[in-house]
């Protein structure tokens, strides 16, 4: 369960990134996170795993105040919180296999991690990763020989072998045309189904969010200006969050397919 | 139709006369070290032509006998770039990430880094040899530790250059995940690095496989040793054979580099 408890975040340069968000976070839960660039859906997200700390309040994540956190309780929140990014952030030059085992790196040893020692476990948890994002047969090829709908796979698959207990993405979608973007959202919606793992996704499109989303949580300006289920949700919802009419590029468009038919 | 030019680039009084002061300095500074240093030309051309003769035909007809010998003190030389240059490939990844601002993540750690780095590159090899061979004696180890500290300097600057042109991004997704800073370091940048430093450890080889021909002049061993003596007796037969080992040594040399670094990146 994540809880944020007056939650707010002043950048040093003054630009305030959170106000006031008072918030629960269900485990199980899919949330999509919706509002236009520079709402705050960035820093809302990276606040859960301390990539930013926010500067007044409280986030608990499992009954602990993570702000409290540094050095190995900070690594030990982070190996429980996988996160997933916009440009992929693979390691171009190693395989794929290699930047899938680098998920496990919070549960490896220093020295064993060095010299590349993983576990058979983690060999055969990394392998199993991709092969649930259907992308196995890549297993030796370079990552930046893939194409980006292929990396943003192997980045899910790097999350799946970090085991966590939430996944955090951070518009995942949002270099990826129209059908690799359902794709990946479905692979997410799959994985949060199945293996129950809470997972926090931000999205600037409108029916993406709408489709796959349990709970939209809307963001303008650093405030949380809209909170509940999908089944709420209207146009004029969006409107409202937006503060502006709906207009063509807030939708991704492209129809939904089958996850196993796209290999 | 009649055409219509481009306006002229707008250009102010101020921008012509700097322009013009600028030129009247170059060419005044020219003007000031052709007078001041004297040149008698006829001495020059008459020295030349005297030595011409003599000197030249000599360096065109090495003296084979001396080949063997020749080309065990250049394998010699190639032993003391490689081991120099090695050194310094190593001894300049630490501080080339103390020099990265995005790797030590302090200012002042980083300009301290890049000042100890333009600090060793100020010295040139000569100078750097002459220091050792009277700390540890006239023996080829003196022009390997030359070598050394002389290649960190240009190495650790390279490489802090490459440090700070990687994908932050990566190190960010692997501090998400919860690796620590050494595992970050080992999967997340290093991978990254590695073509590049190797590129530039062998560019500076080859740098140093030039350098270390001379450093035998001051008795930092290699053939500059030899060039000494050939120079002092005047032994333009033998200077010719030196010349032609060297020449051919330095050109393969620097074709395999070339090729190499061409796989590697």
Same mark, same amino acid.
């Given at each position: 369960m =994540?809880?944020?408890?007056?939650?707010?975040?002043?950048?040093p340069n003054g630009h305030q990134g959170l106000k006031d968000v008072n918030l629960k976070i269900e485990d199980g839960e899919f949330v999509v996170i919706v509002g236009l660039s520079g709402a705050g859906k960035s820093t809302f997200i990276r606040s859960i795993n301390r990539l930013v700390t926010p500067t007044e309040g409280e986030l608990h994540v499992d009954d602990d105040n993570i702000l409290d956190y540094k050095g190995r309780g900070l690594r030990k929140l982070r190996t429980k919180v996988g996160m997933i990014f916009q440009s992929y952030n693979l390691v171009k030059r190693n395989n794929v296999i290699k930047n899938v085992l680098?998920?496990?790196?919070?549960?490896?040893?220093? =020295?064993?991690?060095?010299f590349n020692l993983f576990s058979k476990d983690d060999k055969a948890l990394a392998y199993e990763s991709l092969k649930r994002v259907n992308i196995d047969e890549k297993l030796y090829n370079r990552a930046d020989e893939l194409s980006g709908g292929q990396q943003q796979r192997v980045s899910i698959a790097r999350v799946l072998t970090q085991k966590p207990k939430y996944i955090l993405a951070d518009e995942p979608v949002a270099s990826l045309d129209p059908p690799t973007s359902h794709q990946v959202m479905q692979y997410l919606r799959k994985i949060n189904k199945e293996d129950g793992i809470t997972t926090i996704v931000n999205l600037h499109f409108i029916d993406m969010a709408m489709e796959y989303a349990d709970r939209i949580i809307g963001m303008r300006a650093g405030e949380v200006v809209f909170d509940g289920p999908v089944s709420e949700v209207t146009e004029e919802t969006f409107e409202e969050i937006y503060g502006r009419s709906i207009r063509e590029d807030d939708l991704r468009g492209g129809v939904e397919e089958d996850v196993e038919q796209n290999v | 139709m009649s055409q219509q030019l481009p306006p002229k680039k707008p250009r102010s009084t101020k921008q012509i006369i700097r322009n013009i002061a600028i030129a009247i300095a170059v060419i005044a500074l020219y003007v000031w070290t052709f007078a001041s240093i004297n040149i008698d030309f006829g001495r020059v051309i008459e020295r030349f032509t005297s030595n011409f003769d003599r000197v030249i035909p000599?360096?065109?007809?090495?003296?084979?006998?001396r080949a063997p010998e020749v080309i065990e003190m250049m394998i010699e030389t190639i032993f003391i770039a490689y081991v120099g240059s090695l050194a310094a490939a190593i001894i300049a990844v630490p501080l080339g990430f103390l020099a990265a601002f995005n790797m030590s993540n302090s200012r002042i750690l980083a300009t301290f880094g890049k000042w100890i780095l333009s600090g060793v590159r100020a010295f040139p090899e000569i100078i750097l040899a002459i220091l050792f061979v009277v700390a540890v004696g006239p023996t080829p180890f003196a022009g390997i530790l030359a070598i050394a500290i002389g290649s960190t300097g240009m190495l650790g600057k390279l490489y802090a250059e490459v440090l700070e042109s990687i994908d932050m991004n990566v190190v960010e997704a692997m501090q998400a995940n919860g690796?620590?800073?050494?595992?970050?370091?080992?999967h997340g940048i290093i991978p990254q690095v590695i073509p590049e430093f190797l590129s530039y450890a062998i560019y500076r080889f080859e740098i140093d496989v030039r350098a270390s021909t001379i450093l035998g002049y001051v008795g930092a061993g290699g053939i500059g040793t030899m060039i000494f003596f050939a120079q002092s007796g005047r032994n333009w037969n033998d200077m010719g054979m030196i010349l032609l080992v060297i020449i051919i040594v330095v050109t393969v040399i620097d074709y395999a580099s070339t090729y190499i670094r061409k796989r590697i990146v």
């Open positions: =994540i809880e944020f408890k007056d939650l707010s975040l002043v950048y680098a998920g496990r790196l919070g549960h490896t040893g220093t =020295i064993r991690s060095v | 000599q360096l065109f007809s090495p003296n084979w006998e690796a620590n800073k050494i595992q970050i370091m080992f």
